[in-house]
């Protein structure tokens, strides 16, 4: 029932983005929505063998130009992909929340939930957008430093 409930939903999703409903694109969707860290392309590629290189690519570039998915770069500055919120689209993203990097395990995460302090810009910048890293220990590699 919830796989279901969750296909219709990635079904709404690539049509109010205007994109073809293919299953590649699904499985990706469905594949990215079960992680709870931002994904490499490298990683996709090894969870999901189905599908080729250039495909993959092309999703990921699709999804991005779209507003459904966002780039977070990693501590070695490999891309990351993590879904956006509900409310991104191609001329809107919000994406500005604070980005963790684990420096045991390297998963990325999105902290969406974190308030952050307005960026009060000098007179004459027009900010389109910013990216907030943070870097140490997730709570899982937090646990495992605690038993040693």
Do not use: W
Request: charged residues 25%; proline residues 3%; neutral net charge.
């Amino acid at each position: 029932m919830t796989q279901t409930r969750d296909i219709h939903h990635f079904e709404h999703l690539l049509d109010k983005h205007h994109l073809k409903k293919t299953a590649p694109r699904l499985r990706v969707l469905s594949m990215m929505s079960s992680r709870h860290s931002a994904t490499s392309q490298p990683d996709l590629e090894n969870l999901m063998h189905d599908i080729d290189r250039v495909t993959l690519y092309r999703i990921l570039n699709a999804f991005e130009e779209k507003g459904i998915i966002h780039k977070v770069f990693d501590l070695n500055g490999t891309a990351n992909y993590a879904l956006c919120s509900s409310s991104c689209n191609e001329h809107d993203h919000h994406d500005e929340h604070l980005h963790f990097n684990c420096t045991q395990c390297k998963n990325v995460y999105c902290l969406n939930d974190m308030n952050l302090p307005a960026i009060d810009l000098p007179a004459g910048f027009e900010s389109h957008g910013f990216t907030l890293y943070a870097h140490g220990l997730c709570p899982r590699c937090s646990k495992k430093a605690v038993k040693k």
